[in-house]
Nanobody
Framework: QVQLVENGGGLVQAGGSLRLSCAASGRTFSPYSMGWFRQAPGTGREFVAA????????YYADSVKGRFTISRDNAKNTVYLQMNSLKPEDTAVYYC????????????????WGQGTQVTVSS
């Protein structure tokens, strides 16, 4: 079983930055893709960004392109999400996800979820 532990959420003013991290442990099967989803109150879980085993294979939601950057350190089994130029509409609980094998842009096939970390952007 895979465990995911997230860190880095918090409260920031619009235009500010935050960096999320997510460390995987337990039974991970390489290669595996990692990514982030978010969920605002009263909405479904929305794809944010994902990265494949080999850096350079990345996908972003249109709403975060040019502002968010996903990266990973395979030696540490950790994925990062650098969030710049944050907007109030980015406010949500952010969830880390792992999928064994190919990269993902939906919740289908996700093998493990983190517990979620709150990001709040004030206007």
């Amino acid at each position: 079983q895979v465990q995911l532990v997230e860190n880095g959420g918090g409260l920031v003013q619009a235009g500010g930055s935050l960096r999320l991290s997510c460390a995987a442990s337990g039974r991970t099967f390489s290669p595996y893709s990692m990514g982030w989803f978010r969920q605002a109150p009263g909405t479904g879980r929305e794809f944010v960004a994902a990265i494949g085993w080999i850096p350079g294979n990345e996908y972003y939601a249109d709403s975060v392109k040019g502002r968010f950057t996903i990266s990973r350190d395979n030696a540490k089994n950790t994925v990062y999400l650098q969030m710049n130029s944050l907007k109030p509409e980015d406010t949500a609980v952010y969830y880390c996800a792992v999928r064994f094998g190919q990269i993902f842009t939906t919740t289908t096939g996700v093998n493990a979820w983190g517990q979620g970390t709150q990001v709040t952007v004030s206007s």
